[in-house]
C-alpha cells in the first residue's frame, strides 16, 4: 500500500477549443484537458471576468449577445491540484449592406448607386431589379458602387448579403427613374438668303448649335414655319425654329432671314401681229419682277 503524504495528487492539463462564430450562434468549447480525474471539477469563466458561468465537466456551448473577442478560462480542480488555461475565442459581428442613392436619368442611360457595407471583407452581395437578382463576389472596399443601365424606371433592393465570416443583413433601396423632362434649347442664327440660289430655308441653315439634355443632336426634330421665299418676301422675315427631343418636348427661337433678290427680272412681251391701223396688244409676260421694280 502506498501512503501519500502531503498535498499529492495528479495534476490535469486544462485545455479545450474553439472556433470563431457569427454573433447569435452559439460557440462549442470543446474539451481537450488531459490527466483529468475522475473526481475533478470543472469551472468555466467564459469571459474571464472571475465569475464562473458554467461548471460542466466537459465540453460546453455558449451564445454570447455581442460580437466581440473573448478570453474564456478553464479551470479544473482535482484534489489539491488545479491547472487553468485561457484562450481567445471570436464572435463575429454579422455584416450589413445598405443600398441608397437614386437617380434621373436620359432613356438609355446608365445610373449609379451606392452599397455601404459593413464587416470584413471580402463581401458577396445579391441585389435585384424586383426580377432578376444578380450577386456580385469578391467585393474589397465599402461602400460599393453599382452602375445599372434599365431600360425603365426600376427600383433596386439587396436581397443578401455575406463577409468574410459570416450572413448579415441587407436594407435600403434606390429608385432609377428613366425619362427626360427637360425641353430642348432651341438656338437660331439670322439668315441671309439670296432668292438667286433658289430661296429655300433649310433648319440647318437657322440651326445653330440647338441641343438637348438626351436627344443627340442628330436625332432631335427640327422645322421651320416658312422654308420657302420668293421675291415678295425680299426684306427681312422673322421664322421660328421649332426643335423637338425624343420625348416630344419642344423649344423654339426666332432667327430673322433677310431676303435679297438678285434675280435679274426677265423681260418678255408678246405683240401679235395687228392689221395696220389696229391697236397692237402688248402683254407683259415678265417673270422674277419683284414688287419694288419699275417698268419702263
Ligand atoms: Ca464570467
Ligand atoms: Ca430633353
Same mark, same amino acid.
Do not use: R
Given at each position: 500500500?502506498?501512503?501519500?503524504?502531503?498535498?499529492?495528487?495528479?495534476?490535469?492539463?486544462?485545455?479545450?477549443?474553439?472556433? #470563431?462564430?457569427?454573433?447569435?450562434?452559439?460557440? &462549442?468549447?470543446?474539451?481537450?484537458?488531459?490527466?483529468?480525474?475522475?473526481?475533478?471539477?470543472?469551472?468555466?469563466?467564459?469571459?474571464?471576468?472571475?465569475?464562473?458561468?458554467?461548471?460542466?465537466?466537459?465540453?460546453?456551448?455558449?451564445?454570447?449577445?455581442?460580437?466581440?473577442?473573448?478570453?474564456?478560462?478553464?479551470?479544473?480542480?482535482?484534489?489539491?491540484?488545479?491547472?487553468?488555461?485561457?484562450?481567445?475565442?471570436?464572435?463575429?459581428?454579422?455584416?450589413? &449592406?445598405?443600398?441608397?442613392?437614386?437617380?434621373t436619368v436620359c432613356p438609355g442611360g446608365?445610373?449609379?448607386?451606392?452599397?455601404?457595407?459593413? *464587416?470584413?471583407?471580402?463581401?458577396? $452581395?445579391?441585389?435585384?431589379?424586383?426580377?432578376? #437578382?444578380?450577386?456580385?463576389?469578391? $467585393?474589397?472596399?465599402? #461602400?460599393?458602387?453599382?452602375?445599372?443601365?434599365? *431600360?425603365?424606371t426600376?427600383?433596386?433592393? !439587396?436581397?443578401?448579403? +455575406?463577409?468574410?465570416?459570416? +450572413? *448579415?443583413?441587407?436594407?435600403?433601396?434606390?429608385?432609377?427613374t428613366v425619362e427626360d423632362t427637360t425641353p430642348p434649347v432651341a438656338v437660331g442664327q439670322?439668315?441671309?438668303?439670296?432668292?438667286?440660289?433658289?430661296?429655300? !430655308?433649310?433648319t440647318?441653315?437657322v440651326n445653330n448649335g440647338s441641343s438637348d439634355n438626351c436627344t443627340a443632336p442628330e436625332a432631335l426634330v427640327l422645322s421651320l414655319d416658312?422654308?420657302?421665299?420668293?421675291?415678295? =418676301?425680299? *426684306?427681312?422675315?422673322?421664322v421660328v425654329l421649332t426643335l423637338e427631343d425624343a420625348a416630344g418636348l419642344i423649344h423654339t427661337a426666332q432667327a430673322?432671314?433677310?431676303?435679297?433678290?438678285?434675280?435679274?427680272?426677265?423681260?418678255?412681251?408678246?405683240? #401679235?401681229?395687228?392689221?395696220?391701223?389696229?391697236?397692237?396688244?402688248?402683254?407683259?409676260?415678265?417673270? =422674277?419682277?419683284?414688287?419694288?421694280?419699275?417698268?419702263?
Amino acid at each position: 500500500m502506498v501512503k501519500l503524504s502531503g498535498n499529492v495528487c495528479n495534476t490535469p492539463a486544462a485545455s479545450f477549443t474553439s472556433s #470563431p462564430v457569427c454573433v447569435g450562434t452559439a460557440i &462549442a468549447f470543446l474539451d481537450a484537458s488531459t490527466e483529468v480525474a475522475a473526481d475533478a471539477s470543472y469551472a468555466w469563466d467564459i469571459d474571464n471576468d472571475g465569475t464562473v458561468e458554467y461548471t460542466t465537466a466537459g465540453s460546453i456551448t455558449h451564445t454570447y449577445s455581442e460580437a466581440d473577442t473573448y478570453t474564456a478560462s478553464l479551470t479544473i480542480t482535482q484534489g489539491a491540484c488545479s491547472d487553468t488555461y485561457t484562450q481567445q475565442v471570436t464572435v463575429h459581428a454579422a455584416p450589413t &449592406a445598405t443600398l441608397s442613392g437614386g437617380q434621373t436619368v436620359c432613356p438609355g442611360g446608365s445610373a449609379e448607386f451606392s452599397i455601404a457595407l459593413t *464587416g470584413t471583407g471580402p463581401w458577396s $452581395i445579391t441585389y435585384t431589379d424586383g426580377t432578376t #437578382p444578380v450577386t456580385i463576389n469578391d $467585393i474589397t472596399a465599402s #461602400p460599393h458602387t453599382l452602375q445599372v443601365t434599365p *431600360g425603365s424606371t426600376t427600383t433596386y433592393s !439587396l436581397e443578401s448579403v +455575406s463577409d468574410a465570416n459570416c +450572413s *448579415g443583413t441587407v436594407s435600403g433601396g434606390a429608385t432609377v427613374t428613366v425619362e427626360d423632362t427637360t425641353p430642348p434649347v432651341a438656338v437660331g442664327q439670322n439668315v441671309t438668303l439670296h432668292l438667286s440660289e433658289g430661296g429655300n !430655308l433649310t433648319t440647318a441653315a437657322v440651326n445653330n448649335g440647338s441641343s438637348d439634355n438626351c436627344t443627340a443632336p442628330e436625332a432631335l426634330v427640327l422645322s421651320l414655319d416658312k422654308t420657302t421665299f420668293t421675291c415678295s =418676301d425680299t *426684306g427681312d422675315n422673322t421664322v421660328v425654329l421649332t426643335l423637338e427631343d425624343a420625348a416630344g418636348l419642344i423649344h423654339t427661337a426666332q432667327a430673322t432671314v433677310t431676303v435679297v433678290n438678285d434675280i435679274a427680272p426677265v423681260v418678255a412681251f408678246t405683240a #401679235p401681229p395687228a392689221c395696220e391701223g389696229a391697236a397692237t396688244v402688248f402683254t407683259d409676260m415678265s417673270t =422674277d419682277v419683284a414688287t419694288d421694280a419699275t417698268y419702263a
